[in-house]
């Protein structure tokens, strides 16, 4: 089993480097920088004239290493993070962006994380319900229910929840994590209430699309299974309905559905970051937002390159829990 995991981890480290590549050239592309905010900034605020704004510009590509080939950029920002774990400084907040990402991001997976469990709980359960009454008006009802889910932007969603919330039921705090008394408070049992209570339309419209795509997972599998021999078999032995789906069936469906946990935790923080963009609250994805609004890059190549290893450890998260229901995976 250790050497299984060291394989996957080092399979992962090059798979890592070409996706900080991807991060970082591609922020790259729309034309113009950061120094072009400055100039139109010193224009339009300080009223300075165009040769001393292009002169302050200039100056600051200098100073910041933004005339250097995009190469030697990138390796510099790649090295300050392995070496030091350094992303760089934001430009717009003058501040390491390290803290910017820390301050945002634990909100953002712990949001994630909820609405990944209820999804996988609920979806599966579903699933299961439905596989076993195919054909059936709750199995088709289900069906519909799921491809609403799964067809239907979560942005969409979360428009008519912000719509519902604000003009029908005349809420005011849609784009606050807690209340006001909570906001500076210690963790504690009442202030995890308090954060329920404030994010659960967020995580309703996560949660609906994500269960969504683990119910039609779980029930093509549990389809698939209920024909296989051995299932047949254990039926002729004459083992009850129940033993025969949670002794046979279940188990064997699983399989496949842990495989897609890999995928879907980062289908989650993405949708998080969806919902979160139309609600304003304060996570990764407003974040994200801002700076390539203000062509803040480098905040937003380490947003896209954190956010894309969590697929790396997605999937290897769901390597390891598989290998260790089935042993066959570890011998592959």
Partial sequence: MFGFIIKRLLAAIPLLLILSMISFFLIQIPPGDYADRVKSQAITM?????????????KYREEH??????????????GNIVTKGDFGDSYTYNKPISQLIMDRLPMTLLIALMCHFGSTVIGTLLGIFVATRQYSIADTLVTIFAFIGMTTPRFVLALIMLYLLVFHFGSTNVAALFSPEYTMAPWSLAKFGNLLVHIWPVLLVAIFGGMAQNLRVMRSNMLDVMQAQYVETARAKGLSPMRVLFRHIVPNALHPMIMFQGVALPYMIAGELEIAIVFALPTVGPLIVQAMQDQDVFVVASCMLILATTLVIGNLIADITLALLDPRVRLS
């Fill in 46 to 58: 300080s009223g300075m004239g165009e040769q001393d704004a292009q002169q302050m510009a200039d």
């Fill in 65 to 78: 290493g933004m005339n250097d080939p995009l190469p030697v950029q990138y390796v510099r920002w790649v």
